[in-house]
């Protein structure tokens, strides 16, 4: 059973940052791409970005390009998302998700990030950015 477990989320002016974690097994990161997702009240989940583990492919949706990097430490087993210039519209639950099939590398190309690639899901980090 693959767990997934985000932090750091909170609460945050606009124009502020934010780092979220996702924590994994080694396996899964050595194996899984691993995607961040969105989902805000009344709207649809959104793929935000995510990176392959064989071969770097990463992915951004456009809405936060420029502004959110994502990155690995293998050593702690985690990816980050480091999100800066934050906006009120970047209000939602944040989830990582972790997907065997390394899709990233195909959402980096056709770039779209369909939550249904993914297998496993962790529990979600709420994240709020004040006017």
């Known amino acids: 059973q693959v767990q997934l477990v985000e932090s750091g989320g909170g609460l945050v002016q606009s124009g502020g940052s934010l780092r979220l974690a996702c924590v994994a097994s080694?396996?899964?990161?050595?194996?899984?791409?691993i995607g961040w997702f969105r989902q805000a009240p009344g709207k649809e989940r959104e793929g935000v970005s995510c990176?392959?583990?064989?071969?770097?492919?990463?992915y951004y949706a456009d809405s936060v390009k420029g502004r959110f990097t994502i990155s690995r430490d293998n050593a702690k087993r985690t990816v980050f998302l480091q999100m800066n210039n934050l906006k009120p519209e970047d209000t939602a639950v944040y989830y990582c998700?972790?997907?065997?099939?390394?899709?990233?590398?195909?959402?980096?190309?056709?770039?779209?990030?369909?939550?249904?690639?993914?297998?496993?899901w962790g529990q979600g980090t709420q994240v709020t950015v004040s006017s």
């Open positions: 080694e396996f899964t990161l050595a194996t899984n791409s």
């Open positions: 998700a972790s997907d065997s099939r390394q899709s990233c590398t195909t959402a980096q190309t056709s770039g779209v990030m369909p939550g249904r690639w993914y297998d496993y």
């Open positions: 990176h392959s583990s064989n071969d770097g492919a990463t």
